[in-house]
């Protein structure tokens, strides 16, 4: 990540230059780059690592100097992508699979997919290498480039930098207050932190000045105010759990599409519901679980007339013969011909033990490659290389299931639960807990599954809802409202969770606001660009500094 622009080798008046040893020659950009890309990927991998995402970014934000420039900038580019391709290495595998084909033509289409990723990464570093001169004062030029990046600039697989705080929980409750987007400006408070720290620890390099920053002090303030709301959160919202009205439900995990996948799911269910003292209200089969049924079928209790009124697969398929408690499950919703439905809609279905069909949400964020294929609107032959069964249609409207009075369920499908838009429109609907049915056999690696828990994680603690996630393969589990997984099942296994879950009622401010912070974050970006371009047209000896103050 060093400039090959002598005006930029030159000594760097920030701290960054007098903080780290000064490497010289071409080795010297990609070992930063990759010493920096392992870091930032680490807590992916492990998510207890998270200091290690924390020194990553404060290694990128004391290089900024170096950054500036078309070398600093292609390195920091390389960097970005390098650090993607450790942490979500099984894009490829999972590509090939959607696409049935072998593992090169799957690396084929995961390049641009991880170098597009790689520059919305990259993106807040070139921002703040461009906007100031001092590392201690980059954090949060950068951290609200991040926030407003993450936003607004879509991406297959939705991560945020945040997102890989969430194994220490008091880090990111805040996320209640302003969503998931802040998580990730406190994520650039730690790394700015640490980076003021180490300026304080040396002695080097204008120590006067540096240890009085306001932006590292600023920094730190932010991280220990954030910390200590956290914990008063996780306190106070437990107290509120204690007294809440549970909501006794059983989710089974078995994959529907392996041999005996649907009769295991029928078997589990009805050994829960056989224990006199375990009998759940609520039992939850995974995505893709159920048949595809015309949208005018309203029970599932006569057999002929699920046949005359379904398609195949699964032509005629009633989950359960005689069932002893509501069951919520995921199948098709069609209409018009059963071979060339006009409408085709991946659907979340809730009956009770009669079998009558009390609703029925459809999924409204379809999975890229899986559900649709990205760009073929523009590119229609893009769809010959991703075989699809059938091409989905999106839902429109966020449909709250009523499994009885008191339980108001917000269903989510597998990619659903990471879309943070997706959980605060069902609690703004009066959801008082989050279910997501999740197929998720095209992943089995065990660290996928993982991250795909771990980006929905943090639903639960935007909206302080239960999350249950009931999962083909994995992770099932139970979220509660801090964020913590409070029950779970082992991976690739077939068993299932009985578990009570607490019902809440009200919104939190992140569900108020919505996607508030974020344009904030934007906001704040362009008013840093339009102050530093009026720092450059100030005669020169008017100029005083940067445009973001130190």
């Known amino acids: 990540m060093m400039s090959n622009d002598p005006v930029q080798r030159a000594p760097a008046a920030g701290v960054g230059a007098g903080v780290l040893p000064r490497c010289v020659g071409w080795a010297a950009a990609p070992l930063a780059a990759a010493a920096i890309a392992v870091f930032v990927a680490a807590p992916w991998l492990d998510q207890g690592l998270v200091w290690c995402g924390w020194i990553g970014v404060s290694a990128a934000l004391l290089l900024v100097m170096q950054i500036r420039g078309w070398w600093g900038e292609a390195w920091t580019l390389v960097g970005a992508a390098t650090a993607l391709t450790i942490a979500f290495h099984w894009t490829p595998e999972v590509l090939a699979y959607a696409m049935n084909t072998g593992y090169p033509g799957g690396l084929l289409f995961a390049a641009p997919i991880v170098l597009w990723d790689a520059v919305r990464l ?103 105010a954030n910390a200590a709301y956290g914990l008063g959160a996780m306190a106070s919202w437990s107290r509120t759990m204690e007294t809440a009205p549970r909501l006794r439900i059983a989710v089974a995990q078995a994959n529907p599409e392996d041999e005996g996948g649907v009769d295991e799911l029928r078997s589990l269910t009805q050994r829960v519901c056989a224990d006199p003292g375990r009998v759940p209200d609520l039992v939850c089969w995974p995505e893709c679980s159920g048949g595809s049924y015309e949208a005018s079928l309203d029970s599932l209790a006569d057999p002929e007339r699920v046949v005359a009124s379904s398609r195949e697969p699964n032509r005629g398929m009633r989950p359960l013969d005689d069932p002893t408690c509501p069951l919520l499950f995921g199948g098709k919703i069609y209409t018009g011909h059963p071979e060339k439905p006009r409408v085709l809609h991946q659907s979340a279905i809730l009956v009770d033990a009669s079998q009558a069909i009390l609703g029925r949400y459809h999924k409204r964020h379809l999975m890229p490659f899986g559900e649709y294929v990205p760009g073929s609107d523009i590119y229609p032959d893009l769809r010959l290389y991703f075989p699809m069964q059938d091409e989905m249609t999106e839902g429109t409207e966020p449909t709250v299931l009523h499994a009885s009075p008191a339980a108001r369920l917000g269903v989510m499908l597998c990619y659903e639960d990471m879309i943070p838009a997706a959980a605060r429109s069902l609690v703004r609907e009066s959801a008082n807990v989050l279910v997501s049915l999740i197929n998720g056999s095209a992943f089995t690696a065990p660290l996928t599954l993982r991250q795909h828990r771990l980006l929905a994680q943090l639903r639960a603690v935007e909206c302080r809802r239960a ?74 000896g008017s100029h005083r500094g940067d445009a973001v103050p130190k």
């Open 122 to 224: 990259a993106l807040p570093f070139w921002f703040a290498a461009r906007v100031t001169n001092d590392p201690l004062a980059a954090w949060w030029p950068a951290g609200l480039a991040a926030a407003a990046t993450e936003a607004f600039m879509p991406a297959v697989f939705p991560w945020k930098l945040g997102y890989s705080q969430i194994a220490w929980p008091f880090l990111v409750q805040s996320a209640d207050l302003f969503g998931a987007e802040f998580s990730t400006l406190v994520f650039f408070a730690h790394a700015g932190a640490i980076a003021w720290l180490v300026a304080v620890l040396t002695g080097r390099d204008r120590l006067g000045r540096t240890a009085a920053s306001r932006s590292g002090i600023v920094a730190v303030v932010l991280c220990v």
């Open 467 to 540: 999350l249950v996630r009931c999962a083909a393969t994995g992770e099932t589990c139970v979220i509660s409202p801090l964020g913590v997984i409070t029950a779970e099942l082992p991976l690739h296994t077939r068993d299932i969770l009985v578990a009570d879950v607490p019902l809440l009622e009200g919104r939190t401010l992140a569900g108020l606001l919505g996607p508030a912070f974020p344009i904030v974050a934007a906001a704040g970006v362009l008013a840093i660009v339009a102050l530093r371009q009026k720092a450059s047209r100030r005669p020169r």
